[in-house]
Each structure stands twice: as structure tokens, then as C-alpha cells.
């Protein structure tokens, strides 16, 4: 039998692709597949409810041994204060071979105080670092073992940010992975890192591996000046354990590429925004730059790059240098690198079709049809990433023709136009019976679309897991009077990490029944999860420090009132009569404007912004 021949090694790579319910599930197939999944179960915790929480913790004391690593996915799951110090406290104890600790939200350190208990930890990774001072008493506790460490620009912004990176380093001398996140706070403050802060990292972090800095109040300022430039091959010492490069920032002048060429040899892994100066600006050519950036750096594997010009890049001297190792090529997203001209498009289709795994795209500045644009995208053998833009409501998309031209796809945003789901065929619905597609993020900008396009992506679609829709409108049907109240998200068998509505409305005016004062977005919402309750939920407001919406549930008097106007709103036309409530409840409730219907196996977060003026 398999459960005889299959190795524990085999068993847990399977295991890895299950979700945490298949997986208690599994404990159930045989004896000696028990350890196993009872191992798989616990390795690694990240919790997401408080509920998930409290079920938790009980049996941490016969399997807490188990867990290597403990995550606390938002704030919202933490219990009161009180219980927080009594829960951190116990946790070494019942969790004694604890190796990595992380918190999604840095203001969960707040309520994370340094214990002597911990001490016993092996600690290797620690949540995001917030304040020097709360993170002292860890740094000189787990230092010593860290090999990952995350800071925000708060712990270096000082009027010496070089005796802060002393201070801290000075802790973890064997690290290999650091990350430098901005900070997320009211009041933005701007970190400037030069050179010599870069080379200091290096100093004190011998054995670094990867470094990170994320941001777009983080400046790197680097050379005054083009002799200063000409120095560096001779100035600067090697980091020939680093391998990844993660830069992504407000400023980076075009010269941080000479210094990285001869700073980093091995560098496999690039990921790199150029963001010249407006006062400095570099007159090094950047195709120069860049292609001594390729002379030197022969192990790279995967490039992600951002230019003021994506021709700084995309052009054949580029391709015509990279090395033989390079087997991956994209323009970091949200950077101003979409492809706007015709040749730019007929370049990267001939010169760089096996390479690039991203492309955005402003269809509306191309001389060309979408079907010709399509065509030449479907060169592209490791397209992973998809962005098309048009300018109006009145260009038409066809959604099964781009999924079949690019079956790799796992994340299109499609932005302004109207969306079509016919086959390519133009009639019936046989998308149903055709193939299954890879794609996990799917997100409407600006887009009018059909009823069905939800039971398309239903059926079509069974990866996916974020689902993002921004002013977009769902066209009515005239002969079909439900499309005139609800949009039906109805995907039963789908596990959604994220659905975010923004501003999504009702089009009336499609179906010819417009009525005055119903283009306001949707602020309700009845979401049906697989085994939970059903609950509905309304738009009421924004948080006061992030904007964030604020959503709230219908209480039981609430619930039953607005069922039954929608039940009876659904059996015929709206009309303007309906429009005249007589119930203050339903009114407030502005169910008058329809709502969100949402089906699906599990949902981890769900956003409902309605645009409330405020």
C-alpha cells in the first residue's frame, strides 16, 4: 500500500500543499501518517482570529514542542492586555524549540514586553524591529543566533544614523538576511542612507546574504559628483556572500549601479528602482551604467527593474549584454513602466520573450487593436503578471481570450473599459466545460462588466484567492430584475485571502430603467462563509488615523428588515416609487442602492469602502 512505500521526506512536501483543515484531516488516514501530519499541523502557527486563538492554546501543552514558528497575523486577534502578558509569558514554556517570532503588524510589539522566560528561546527571527528601546533587551538576549532581522526607518532615523546602525549590528553579528521597511506612522519622517551607511552595514554584518530596503520615504543619495563616480572600482571592498539585492525606494541615482557592479559580484537575485535626483542628476548615461552592471555582476538569475524611461533598459543593448545565468526579467510594478509605444511592445516580444515575466500595458496609447497586442503577448512564455489600461468605459476586453492567450497568467489588472466574458467563439457559455486557468489575483480598475462574470471565474478560475474591484459598475440586465439589487459573488469552492470592494455601484443606466440618485456605490454587504454563520455587514465610516473603512454588522432587527425589502425589491423592476422608504432604519442602512452578495469556502479579510463623504 502507498501508505507503506511513501517516505516521511515525500509525505511532508505533499503535506506543504494542503490546507490546515486537509491537514487535520489527515491525522485521521492511518497510525503512521500521525506524526507526520501532527508535525505538519504545528510547525509553523500563524493566527488569524482570537477564536483560532483560544482553541489554540489548549493543546499547546502536549504539542507546543512542535512549533518552530509562531506568527500573529493583525492586532485584532490579540486578547486584552491583561491576557496578552500572561499569553507571551507562557508561550516559551509551552512552545520551548521556538525559532522564528513575527507579527504582521508592528504595533503588536506594544503589548510584546521582554520576559526572562524568553531567554530560553534559540530565537533566529524576530518581528519587525519598531523602537531601539523596546528592542534592546532582545537584541542582547537573541542576537547572537539572529540570521534574519527587519527594521522600520524609525530604529536608524537619528542625528547619527551611522552610531545607530553601530549600536544595533553591533548585537547581531551573524546575520544574513536584513530588511529595512519604511515606517507606518502619522507623521512621516524621511531616512537618507548614503554610501558610506551601505558600507557600514557590510562592516559590521561580515556574513550578509540579502539585503532589503523598502520604501518610499527612504532616500539613497550616493555621488555629488561624476569623478567621485570614476573612484569607486577603486574604493570600494567586495561583499562576495551577497547575493540578493532589494532596492525600492523615493531616490536612487542611476551611479548606484556602477557601485553595485563592483561591490557585488555573486549578486544573483537584483531588484532595483532607479529615481535620479532633480537637483543631481547623474550625467552618466544610463545604458552605460546599467550595462557595466551586467559586465560585471555573471551569476545573475532574476532582474526587476524601474527607470524614469523604461528604454533605459528595454533596449537591445541590454538584452544583448545579460548573462548566460539571467532567467527571469521584469520592470518592478507601479513604476512607471508601462510599455506606451508600438516598437517598445514589437522589442520586448523579439528581444526578450523568455525572460520577461511581467508587462504593463497602456493600450490606449498603442497604434495597434487589443487583438494585436494580445497576439504579441502570447510570445511571452513566462508571463506571470498582466496589466492592460484603456482610457474609457467604451474598449472592450474579452476575458477568456486574455486567460487563453496567456495560461500562465496568476495576476491580471485590467483598468478602465467594458469587460466581456464570450467565448472566442462569440455565443453560449461553453467557457465552462473548457479549461482551468492559474490565476490567484484578480483586480478591476474603472471596469463595466456582466452579471456572470463571477460564475465564469467560479468556474474557470479555481486558484483564485485575491479579488479587487475599484469603481467598477455591474451592467444590468433589463429582462432580469435580480442584477438590478445584488452582485453575486457566488464562488462556493473558493479560499479567499483578500476581496476588497471600492466604490462599486449598480448600473442602471445600462438596463434603461435609470433612476435619479441611484449611482451611489454599495455600503452593504451579506457575506456566507462554509461553516460559519452568515453575516451582514455595512459601510459606516473611516478609521481616524489610516482612512481604513470602517465596517459593522446588522443587528437582528436590522437583518430581517433589509431581507425582506430585498426579497421584495428582487420580484419585479426598480422603480422610482421604491425609491421613497418609509422605514428610518432602511434608509440609514442605504439599502436603496443594492449590495454585495459573497459566497465562498473562507474569506481572511474583506473591505467595503462606499465612498461615504466625509
Not at 574 to 587: F, H, I, M, S, W
Request: hydrophobic share 40%; charged share 20%; with cysteine.
Amino acid at each position: 500500500m502507498i501508505k507503506d512505500t511513501l517516505s516521511t521526506e515525500l509525505l511532508l512536501q505533499i503535506i506543504h500543499h494542503l490546507s490546515p483543515s486537509d491537514i487535520q484531516q489527515g491525522l485521521l488516514i492511518c497510525k503512521k501518517w500521525y506524526p507526520t501530519f501532527l508535525y505538519a499541523l504545528y510547525h509553523q502557527i500563524k493566527v488569524k482570529s482570537s477564536s483560532q486563538l483560544d482553541l489554540l492554546f489548549p493543546s499547546l501543552i502536549s504539542n507546543g514542542h512542535y512549533i518552530k514558528t509562531f506568527s500573529i497575523d493583525k492586532p485584532t486577534t490579540i486578547p486584552p492586555p491583561q491576557q496578552q502578558q500572561i499569553l507571551f509569558q507562557k508561550l516559551p514554556d509551552l512552545c520551548p524549540n521556538l525559532q522564528v517570532l513575527n507579527f504582521d503588524d508592528p504595533a503588536t510589539w506594544k503589548s510584546f514586553g521582554f520576559h526572562p522566560n524568553m531567554s530560553q528561546w534559540n530565537l533566529i527571527q524576530l518581528p519587525v524591529l519598531v523602537s531601539l528601546g523596546t528592542s534592546l533587551p532582545f537584541l542582547h538576549t537573541f542576537g547572537q543566533s539572529l540570521s534574519s532581522l527587519s527594521l522600520q526607518t524609525g530604529m536608524l532615523i537619528d542625528i547619527s544614523t551611522r552610531y545607530r546602525i553601530l549600536s544595533i549590528f553591533s548585537f547581531t553579528p551573524q546575520l544574513k538576511e536584513l530588511f529595512i521597511v519604511q515606517q507606518a506612522d502619522t507623521f512621516p519622517t524621511t531616512l537618507c542612507l548614503t554610501l558610506q551607511d551601505i558600507e557600514l552595514f557590510h562592516t559590521t554584518l561580515p556574513l550578509l546574504e540579502s539585503l532589503s530596503i523598502v520604501g518610499d520615504r527612504i532616500e539613497m543619495s550616493i555621488i555629488k559628483d561624476d569623478n567621485h563616480a570614476k573612484l569607486i572600482p577603486t574604493t570600494i571592498e567586495p561583499a562576495p556572500l551577497l547575493f540578493k539585492l532589494h532596492w525600492n525606494t523615493s531616490l536612487a541615482p542611476v551611479t548606484w549601479l556602477l557601485y553595485m557592479a563592483h561591490k557585488y559580484p555573486r549578486l544573483k537575485n537584483l531588484t532595483l528602482a532607479i529615481q535620479e535626483d532633480p537637483v543631481n542628476i547623474s550625467i552618466n548615461p544610463e545604458h552605460d551604467c546599467y550595462r557595466q552592471l551586467l559586465h560585471h555582476c555573471r551569476h545573475l538569475e532574476t532582474i526587476s527593474l524601474s527607470s524614469p524611461v523604461i528604454t533605459d533598459w528595454l533596449n537591445p543593448d541590454f538584452f544583448h549584454a545579460l548573462p548566460p545565468s539571467v532567467r527571469k526579467i521584469r520592470p518592478i510594478p507601479n513604476r512607471q513602466n508601462q510599455i506606451r509605444f508600438d516598437s517598445e511592445l514589437f522589442l520586448a516580444a523579439g528581444e526578450a520573450s523568455e525572460f520577461i515575466s511581467l508587462i504593463e500595458i497602456d493600450q490606449w496609447r498603442l497604434n495597434m487593436t487589443i487583438d494585436s497586442t494580445l497576439h504579441l503577448v502570447s510570445h511571452f512564455s513566462q508571463l506571470r503578471y498582466l496589466q492592460i489600461k484603456y482610457d474609457s468605459y467604451h474598449k472592450e476586453y474579452n476575458l477568456n481570450r486574455i486567460l487563453n492567450t496567456c495560461p500562465g497568467l496568476d495576476h491580471l489588472i485590467l483598468e478602465w473599459g467594458a469587460l466581456l466574458i464570450a467565448d472566442d467563439g462569440g455565443g453560449g457559455v461553453s467557457w465552462f466545460k473548457e479549461r482551468k486557468h492559474m490565476l490567484k489575483s484578480f483586480q478591476l480598475t474603472f471596469i463595466a462588466f456582466d452579471p456572470n462574470l463571477f460564475q465564469y471565474l467560479s468556474s474557470r478560475c479555481p486558484s483564485l484567492s485575491t479579488l479587487i474591484l475599484t469603481k467598477c459598475k455591474q451592467r444590468c440586465q433589463a429582462e432580469n430584475v435580480v442584477t438590478h439589487t445584488v452582485i453575486q459573488i457566488e464562488m462556493p469552492c473558493h479560499a479567499f485571502e483578500l476581496i476588497l470592494i471600492d466604490g462599486v455601484r449598480l448600473d442602471y443606466s445600462f438596463a434603461g430603467i435609470y433612476v435619479h440618485g441611484l449611482s451611489s456605490y454599495i455600503r452593504l454587504a451579506r457575506i456566507e462563509k462554509k461553516k460559519e454563520k452568515m453575516n451582514w455587514i455595512r459601510h459606516v465610516g473611516y478609521e481616524y488615523q489610516t482612512r481604513s473603512p470602517l465596517l459593522q454588522s446588522l443587528d437582528a432587527e436590522q437583518v430581517e428588515s433589509t431581507e425582506s425589502y430585498f426579497l421584495q425589491r428582487q420580484q419585479s423592476a426598480y422603480t422610482q416609487q421604491q425609491n421613497e422608504l418609509n422605514d428610518p432604519g432602511l434608509k440609514q442602512l442605504n439599502v436603496e442602492f443594492g449590495y454585495i452578495q459573497v459566497q465562498c469556502k473562507s474569506l481572511n479579510r474583506f473591505v467595503l469602502d462606499g465612498n461615504i463623504s466625509h
